[in-house]
Protein backbone atom coordinates (compact mmCIF):
# COMPACT_ATOMS: atom_id res chain seq x y z
CA UNK A 1 0.00 0.00 0.00
CA UNK A 2 1.22 3.38 -0.94
CA UNK A 3 -0.60 5.82 1.00
CA UNK A 4 1.68 8.36 0.36
CA UNK A 5 1.62 8.88 -3.06
CA UNK A 6 -0.71 10.55 -5.20
CA UNK A 7 -1.74 8.65 -8.91
CA UNK A 8 -2.36 11.20 -11.75
CA UNK A 9 -5.67 11.15 -12.45
CA UNK A 10 -7.10 10.20 -15.85
CA UNK A 11 -8.31 12.80 -17.95
CA UNK A 12 -11.65 11.88 -19.78
CA UNK A 13 -10.72 12.30 -23.92
CA UNK A 14 -11.96 15.77 -25.48
CA UNK A 15 -15.15 15.24 -27.12
CA UNK A 16 -15.11 14.83 -30.48
CA UNK A 17 -17.51 18.13 -32.17
CA UNK A 18 -20.39 17.00 -33.77
CA UNK A 19 -20.31 17.59 -37.48
CA UNK A 20 -21.67 20.45 -38.60
CA UNK A 21 -23.93 21.21 -41.36
CA UNK A 22 -22.01 23.00 -44.59
CA UNK A 23 -22.41 27.02 -44.93
CA UNK A 24 -25.43 27.52 -47.54
CA UNK A 25 -24.93 30.14 -48.84
CA UNK A 26 -26.52 32.07 -52.14
CA UNK A 27 -24.78 30.38 -54.73
CA UNK A 28 -24.96 27.09 -52.99
CA UNK A 29 -28.67 26.21 -53.21
CA UNK A 30 -30.01 24.60 -56.01
CA UNK A 31 -31.08 28.25 -57.81
CA UNK A 32 -27.30 28.97 -56.87
CA UNK A 33 -25.83 25.74 -58.93
CA UNK A 34 -28.00 26.44 -61.47
CA UNK A 35 -27.29 29.89 -61.99
CA UNK A 36 -23.17 28.90 -61.77
CA UNK A 37 -23.83 26.75 -64.37
CA UNK A 38 -26.08 28.62 -67.11
CA UNK A 39 -23.01 31.18 -66.46
CA UNK A 40 -20.54 28.33 -67.38
CA UNK A 41 -22.66 27.21 -70.31
CA UNK A 42 -22.88 30.65 -71.69
CA UNK A 43 -19.17 31.48 -71.35
CA UNK A 44 -18.62 27.63 -73.59
CA UNK A 45 -21.51 29.35 -76.12
CA UNK A 46 -19.94 33.29 -76.23
CA UNK A 47 -16.62 31.47 -77.18
CA UNK A 48 -17.47 28.98 -79.55
CA UNK A 49 -19.46 32.09 -81.31
CA UNK A 50 -16.33 33.77 -81.17
CA UNK A 51 -14.01 31.16 -82.64
CA UNK A 52 -16.55 30.20 -85.35
CA UNK A 53 -17.10 34.05 -86.17
CA UNK A 54 -13.16 34.61 -86.20
CA UNK A 55 -13.02 32.02 -88.25
CA UNK A 56 -15.61 32.90 -90.77
CA UNK A 57 -13.27 36.50 -90.97
CA UNK A 58 -10.89 34.23 -92.37
CA UNK A 59 -11.76 31.89 -94.58
CA UNK A 60 -9.52 32.55 -97.52
CA UNK A 61 -6.95 31.35 -94.67
CA UNK A 62 -9.39 28.32 -92.77
CA UNK A 63 -10.86 26.28 -96.09
CA UNK A 64 -7.90 26.31 -97.68
CA UNK A 65 -6.33 24.72 -94.94
CA UNK A 66 -9.09 22.52 -94.21
CA UNK A 67 -9.44 21.37 -97.57
CA UNK A 68 -5.41 20.64 -97.02
CA UNK A 69 -5.94 18.90 -94.39
CA UNK A 70 -8.50 16.38 -95.42
CA UNK A 71 -6.98 15.90 -98.58
CA UNK A 72 -3.48 15.02 -96.71
CA UNK A 73 -5.49 12.43 -94.74
CA UNK A 74 -7.03 10.84 -97.51
CA UNK A 75 -3.87 10.27 -99.40
CA UNK A 76 -1.70 9.35 -96.31
CA UNK A 77 -1.49 5.62 -97.17
CA UNK A 78 -0.25 6.66 -100.47
CA UNK A 79 2.30 9.01 -99.29
CA UNK A 80 3.86 6.01 -97.15
CA UNK A 81 3.80 3.93 -99.77
CA UNK A 82 5.76 6.10 -102.23
CA UNK A 83 8.14 7.51 -99.11
CA UNK A 84 9.38 4.19 -98.54
CA UNK A 85 10.64 4.18 -101.85
CA UNK A 86 12.31 6.92 -102.28
CA UNK A 87 12.77 10.23 -101.18
CA UNK A 88 10.71 12.59 -99.13
CA UNK A 89 10.60 15.37 -101.34
CA UNK A 90 10.09 13.61 -104.21
CA UNK A 91 7.32 11.58 -103.29
CA UNK A 92 5.52 14.57 -102.06
CA UNK A 93 6.09 16.38 -105.70
CA UNK A 94 4.48 13.53 -107.02
CA UNK A 95 1.57 12.96 -105.09
CA UNK A 96 0.69 17.01 -105.35
CA UNK A 97 1.35 16.98 -109.00
CA UNK A 98 -1.19 13.74 -109.52
CA UNK A 99 -3.61 15.24 -106.74
CA UNK A 100 -3.70 18.48 -108.64
CA UNK A 101 -4.15 16.18 -112.13
CA UNK A 102 -6.84 13.89 -111.07
CA UNK A 103 -8.97 16.59 -109.31
CA UNK A 104 -8.91 19.19 -111.75
CA UNK A 105 -9.40 17.19 -114.76
CA UNK A 106 -12.38 15.85 -112.54
CA UNK A 107 -13.36 18.57 -112.00
CA UNK A 108 -12.65 20.33 -115.23
CA UNK A 109 -14.59 17.78 -117.25
CA UNK A 110 -17.46 17.71 -114.53
CA UNK A 111 -17.96 21.67 -114.76
CA UNK A 112 -17.47 21.21 -118.64
CA UNK A 113 -20.24 19.01 -118.68
CA UNK A 114 -22.66 20.21 -116.24
CA UNK A 115 -21.81 23.78 -117.74
CA UNK A 116 -22.49 23.11 -121.66
CA UNK A 117 -26.24 21.48 -121.06
CA UNK A 118 -26.89 23.99 -118.13
CA UNK A 119 -29.73 25.83 -120.05
CA UNK A 120 -31.66 23.08 -121.27
CA UNK A 121 -31.23 20.90 -117.67
CA UNK A 122 -32.60 24.21 -116.00
CA UNK A 123 -35.52 24.30 -118.77
CA UNK A 124 -36.61 20.68 -117.87
CA UNK A 125 -36.01 21.22 -114.27
CA UNK A 126 -38.58 24.46 -114.30
CA UNK A 127 -41.01 22.81 -116.77
CA UNK A 128 -41.31 19.73 -114.86
CA UNK A 129 -42.10 21.77 -111.79
CA UNK A 130 -44.70 23.34 -113.74
CA UNK A 131 -46.05 20.17 -114.51
CA UNK A 132 -45.93 19.37 -110.73
CA UNK A 133 -47.54 22.29 -109.28
CA UNK A 134 -50.74 22.19 -112.37
CA UNK A 135 -51.26 18.56 -110.79
CA UNK A 136 -51.15 20.00 -107.15
CA UNK A 137 -53.65 22.69 -108.39
CA UNK A 138 -55.88 19.71 -108.98
CA UNK A 139 -55.82 18.73 -105.60
CA UNK A 140 -58.74 19.26 -103.23
CA UNK A 141 -56.50 21.01 -100.55
CA UNK A 142 -53.74 23.00 -103.27
CA UNK A 143 -52.41 26.16 -101.92
CA UNK A 144 -53.44 28.78 -103.59
CA UNK A 145 -51.30 30.04 -106.91
CA UNK A 146 -50.02 32.96 -104.90
CA UNK A 147 -48.78 30.80 -101.93
CA UNK A 148 -46.76 28.32 -104.88
CA UNK A 149 -45.59 31.24 -107.00
CA UNK A 150 -43.81 32.61 -103.54
CA UNK A 151 -42.32 28.56 -102.58
CA UNK A 152 -41.20 28.70 -105.79
CA UNK A 153 -39.23 32.46 -105.50
CA UNK A 154 -38.07 31.80 -102.02
CA UNK A 155 -36.28 28.46 -103.61
CA UNK A 156 -35.24 30.18 -106.38
CA UNK A 157 -33.15 33.14 -104.39
CA UNK A 158 -31.95 30.37 -102.02
CA UNK A 159 -30.30 28.71 -104.85
CA UNK A 160 -28.69 31.58 -106.52
CA UNK A 161 -28.30 33.22 -102.66
CA UNK A 162 -24.69 34.55 -101.75
CA UNK A 163 -23.35 31.31 -100.94
CA UNK A 164 -23.55 30.62 -104.53
CA UNK A 165 -21.93 34.22 -105.33
CA UNK A 166 -24.82 36.48 -106.26
CA UNK A 167 -22.53 39.39 -105.53
CA UNK A 168 -20.79 38.20 -109.08
CA UNK A 169 -23.17 40.19 -110.45
CA UNK A 170 -23.32 43.60 -108.79
CA UNK A 171 -20.23 44.53 -111.31
CA UNK A 172 -16.94 43.88 -112.61
CA UNK A 173 -15.14 44.86 -109.03
CA UNK A 174 -17.26 42.26 -107.20
CA UNK A 175 -16.19 39.50 -109.90
CA UNK A 176 -12.78 40.06 -110.10
CA UNK A 177 -12.15 40.15 -106.39
CA UNK A 178 -14.31 36.69 -106.62
CA UNK A 179 -11.84 35.10 -108.79
CA UNK A 180 -8.84 36.53 -106.91
CA UNK A 181 -10.19 35.36 -103.62
CA UNK A 182 -10.39 31.91 -105.37
CA UNK A 183 -7.17 31.40 -106.59
CA UNK A 184 -5.64 32.61 -103.35
CA UNK A 185 -7.36 30.29 -101.59
CA UNK A 186 -6.11 27.44 -104.39
CA UNK A 187 -2.55 28.74 -103.99
CA UNK A 188 -2.26 28.25 -100.62
CA UNK A 189 -4.40 25.22 -100.78
CA UNK A 190 -1.86 23.44 -102.79
CA UNK A 191 1.16 24.93 -100.82
CA UNK A 192 -0.46 23.95 -97.42
CA UNK A 193 -1.18 20.25 -99.16
CA UNK A 194 2.50 20.13 -100.28
CA UNK A 195 3.26 20.78 -96.43
CA UNK A 196 1.11 18.64 -94.93
CA UNK A 197 2.12 15.54 -97.02
CA UNK A 198 6.18 16.22 -96.71
CA UNK A 199 6.28 17.23 -93.17
CA UNK A 200 2.64 16.75 -91.29
CA UNK A 201 4.22 14.07 -88.84
CA UNK A 202 6.69 16.91 -87.81
CA UNK A 203 4.37 19.38 -87.63
CA UNK A 204 1.85 17.87 -85.31
CA UNK A 205 5.10 16.94 -82.73
CA UNK A 206 5.78 20.91 -82.89
CA UNK A 207 2.19 21.36 -81.74
CA UNK A 208 2.52 19.10 -79.20
CA UNK A 209 5.41 20.35 -77.58
CA UNK A 210 3.32 22.48 -74.87
CA UNK A 211 1.72 18.83 -73.61
CA UNK A 212 3.62 16.14 -71.22
CA UNK A 213 2.58 13.12 -69.74
CA UNK A 214 -1.17 11.68 -70.03
CA UNK A 215 -2.22 15.28 -72.02
CA UNK A 216 0.89 14.86 -74.33
CA UNK A 217 -0.84 11.02 -75.33
CA UNK A 218 -3.79 12.14 -75.30
CA UNK A 219 -3.52 14.47 -78.40
CA UNK A 220 -1.30 12.03 -79.84
CA UNK A 221 -4.25 10.00 -80.25
CA UNK A 222 -6.57 13.15 -80.89
CA UNK A 223 -4.19 13.52 -84.21
CA UNK A 224 -3.64 10.08 -85.76
CA UNK A 225 -7.57 9.62 -84.93
CA UNK A 226 -8.25 12.63 -86.94
CA UNK A 227 -6.32 11.60 -90.00
CA UNK A 228 -7.85 8.29 -89.63
CA UNK A 229 -11.13 9.21 -89.48
CA UNK A 230 -10.88 12.08 -92.16
CA UNK A 231 -9.08 9.53 -94.38
CA UNK A 232 -11.59 7.13 -94.21
CA UNK A 233 -14.44 9.31 -94.31
CA UNK A 234 -13.25 10.90 -97.61
CA UNK A 235 -12.33 7.72 -99.61
CA UNK A 236 -15.80 6.08 -98.04
CA UNK A 237 -17.93 9.13 -99.25
CA UNK A 238 -15.77 9.16 -102.83
CA UNK A 239 -16.56 5.20 -103.75
CA UNK A 240 -20.25 5.79 -102.66
CA UNK A 241 -20.88 8.58 -104.82
CA UNK A 242 -19.21 6.96 -107.46
CA UNK A 243 -21.35 3.98 -107.06
CA UNK A 244 -24.17 6.46 -106.84
CA UNK A 245 -23.32 8.32 -109.87
CA UNK A 246 -23.27 4.82 -111.99
CA UNK A 247 -25.95 3.43 -110.73
CA UNK A 248 -28.66 6.62 -110.88
CA UNK A 249 -26.60 7.47 -114.12
CA UNK A 250 -27.53 3.55 -115.61
CA UNK A 251 -30.58 3.68 -115.17
CA UNK A 252 -31.01 7.50 -116.65
CA UNK A 253 -29.59 6.03 -119.57
CA UNK A 254 -31.72 2.71 -120.02
CA UNK A 255 -34.59 5.16 -120.04
CA UNK A 256 -33.49 7.30 -122.36
CA UNK A 257 -33.74 10.45 -120.36
CA UNK A 258 -32.36 13.51 -121.77
CA UNK A 259 -29.21 15.03 -119.72
CA UNK A 260 -28.08 11.98 -118.64
CA UNK A 261 -24.55 12.37 -118.42
CA UNK A 262 -24.37 15.83 -116.58
CA UNK A 263 -27.56 14.70 -114.45
CA UNK A 264 -25.19 11.67 -113.06
CA UNK A 265 -21.99 14.22 -112.68
CA UNK A 266 -24.42 16.02 -110.75
CA UNK A 267 -25.32 12.80 -108.49
CA UNK A 268 -21.06 12.57 -108.23
CA UNK A 269 -20.50 15.78 -107.19
CA UNK A 270 -24.20 16.49 -104.40
CA UNK A 271 -23.08 12.61 -102.81
CA UNK A 272 -20.86 14.28 -100.88
CA UNK A 273 -23.26 15.96 -98.99
CA UNK A 274 -24.87 12.84 -97.69
CA UNK A 275 -28.31 12.18 -97.30
CA UNK A 276 -29.61 15.37 -98.76
CA UNK A 277 -27.05 15.39 -101.67
CA UNK A 278 -28.20 12.33 -104.16
CA UNK A 279 -31.82 12.54 -103.09
CA UNK A 280 -31.88 16.34 -104.92
CA UNK A 281 -29.66 15.00 -107.98
CA UNK A 282 -32.23 12.57 -108.04
CA UNK A 283 -35.04 14.52 -107.93
CA UNK A 284 -33.56 16.91 -110.46
CA UNK A 285 -33.68 13.80 -112.94
CA UNK A 286 -37.22 12.72 -112.03
CA UNK A 287 -38.53 16.14 -113.49
CA UNK A 288 -36.37 15.73 -116.54
CA UNK A 289 -37.82 12.27 -116.90
CA UNK A 290 -41.36 14.10 -116.03
CA UNK A 291 -40.71 16.65 -118.83
CA UNK A 292 -39.44 14.03 -121.97
CA UNK A 293 -40.74 10.62 -120.66
CA UNK A 294 -37.93 9.44 -122.42
CA UNK A 295 -38.24 5.63 -124.61
CA UNK A 296 -41.62 5.09 -122.91
CA UNK A 297 -43.22 8.57 -123.89
CA UNK A 298 -44.96 8.76 -120.71
CA UNK A 299 -43.37 11.32 -118.19
CA UNK A 300 -44.92 10.00 -115.23
CA UNK A 301 -44.16 6.55 -115.46
CA UNK A 302 -40.48 7.83 -115.90
CA UNK A 303 -40.99 9.79 -113.18
CA UNK A 304 -42.01 7.27 -111.07
CA UNK A 305 -39.33 4.83 -112.16
CA UNK A 306 -36.62 6.99 -111.91
CA UNK A 307 -37.83 7.85 -108.06
CA UNK A 308 -37.99 4.36 -108.00
CA UNK A 309 -34.10 3.88 -108.64
CA UNK A 310 -32.95 6.68 -106.51
CA UNK A 311 -34.51 4.83 -103.51
CA UNK A 312 -32.45 1.77 -104.38
CA UNK A 313 -29.49 3.25 -104.67
CA UNK A 314 -30.04 5.48 -101.95
CA UNK A 315 -31.18 2.34 -99.72
CA UNK A 316 -28.07 0.27 -101.27
CA UNK A 317 -25.49 3.24 -100.11
CA UNK A 318 -26.91 3.67 -96.45
CA UNK A 319 -27.20 -0.63 -95.48
CA UNK A 320 -24.82 -1.67 -97.30
CA UNK A 321 -21.94 0.78 -98.99
CA UNK A 322 -21.77 2.82 -95.96
CA UNK A 323 -21.35 0.09 -93.29
CA UNK A 324 -18.72 -1.67 -95.49
CA UNK A 325 -16.81 0.76 -97.35
CA UNK A 326 -16.64 3.96 -93.91
CA UNK A 327 -17.06 1.28 -91.25
CA UNK A 328 -19.23 1.83 -88.55
CA UNK A 329 -17.14 3.65 -86.34
CA UNK A 330 -17.82 6.63 -88.60
CA UNK A 331 -21.59 6.08 -89.58
CA UNK A 332 -23.21 9.20 -87.41
CA UNK A 333 -27.00 8.96 -87.20
CA UNK A 334 -29.18 10.23 -89.49
CA UNK A 335 -30.57 13.16 -87.15
CA UNK A 336 -26.83 14.01 -86.32
CA UNK A 337 -26.11 14.37 -89.89
CA UNK A 338 -29.23 16.67 -90.49
CA UNK A 339 -28.38 18.79 -87.89
CA UNK A 340 -24.78 19.11 -88.76
CA UNK A 341 -25.65 19.81 -92.43
CA UNK A 342 -28.06 22.72 -91.47
CA UNK A 343 -25.74 24.54 -89.19
CA UNK A 344 -22.53 24.02 -91.81
CA UNK A 345 -25.20 25.30 -94.82
CA UNK A 346 -25.87 28.18 -92.41
CA UNK A 347 -22.18 28.87 -91.67
CA UNK A 348 -20.95 28.52 -94.62
CA UNK A 349 -23.38 27.52 -97.24
CA UNK A 350 -22.78 24.65 -99.97
CA UNK A 351 -19.11 24.10 -98.86
CA UNK A 352 -20.08 24.42 -95.33
CA UNK A 353 -22.66 21.65 -96.07
CA UNK A 354 -19.59 19.14 -97.69
CA UNK A 355 -17.39 20.06 -94.61
CA UNK A 356 -20.09 19.65 -91.63
CA UNK A 357 -20.44 16.05 -91.90
CA UNK A 358 -16.64 14.83 -91.80
CA UNK A 359 -15.68 17.18 -89.20
CA UNK A 360 -18.59 16.44 -86.81
CA UNK A 361 -16.97 12.44 -87.52
CA UNK A 362 -13.61 14.12 -86.15
CA UNK A 363 -15.09 15.73 -83.36
CA UNK A 364 -17.33 12.32 -82.79
CA UNK A 365 -14.17 10.27 -83.09
CA UNK A 366 -11.57 12.02 -80.66
CA UNK A 367 -14.84 11.95 -78.13
CA UNK A 368 -14.20 8.09 -78.45
CA UNK A 369 -10.24 7.79 -77.79
CA UNK A 370 -10.29 10.74 -75.41
CA UNK A 371 -9.64 8.86 -72.38
CA UNK A 372 -7.23 5.99 -74.48
CA UNK A 373 -7.36 3.76 -76.95
CA UNK A 374 -11.34 2.24 -77.52
CA UNK A 375 -12.53 4.46 -74.06
CA UNK A 376 -14.57 7.27 -74.89
CA UNK A 377 -14.67 10.17 -72.81
CA UNK A 378 -16.66 9.38 -69.43
CA UNK A 379 -19.93 11.18 -70.25
CA UNK A 380 -19.83 9.34 -73.67
CA UNK A 381 -19.41 6.16 -72.36
CA UNK A 382 -22.12 3.46 -72.34
Known sequence: MFFGRRTPARHAPDPVPAPTAPARGAWRDGMGILATRAIQIIAVVVLAVGVIWGMRQI???????????????????????????????????????AIIGVIGGIGWAM???????????????????????????????????????????????????????????????????????????????AVVLFFFLKDGPLLWGFVLRPFEGEWEARMQRVGS???????????????VAAVDAIGIGVGLAILQIPLALPLTLLVFLLAFIPIVGATLAGILGALVALVDGGFMNNGLLAAIIV????????????????????????????????????????????LGAVLAVPLTAVLWGIIQVWDGEGRPARWARP
Not at 320 to 325: S, T
Request: aromatic share 8%.
Open 111 to 189: VRAVAAQWDDLYQSAVSGIDQVIEWVNTLPYAPDQAQLNEWWATLQDFATSAQFGSSVGSGAVAGVSAVATFITGLVLM
Open 307 to 350: VAIVVGVNQLEGNFLQPVLMGRALKLHSLVVLIALTIGTLLAGV
Open 59 to 97: TVVVIPVLLALILASAFEPVMKWLRARMPSVLATVILLL
Open 225 to 239: KTVDTLGAYVRGTAA
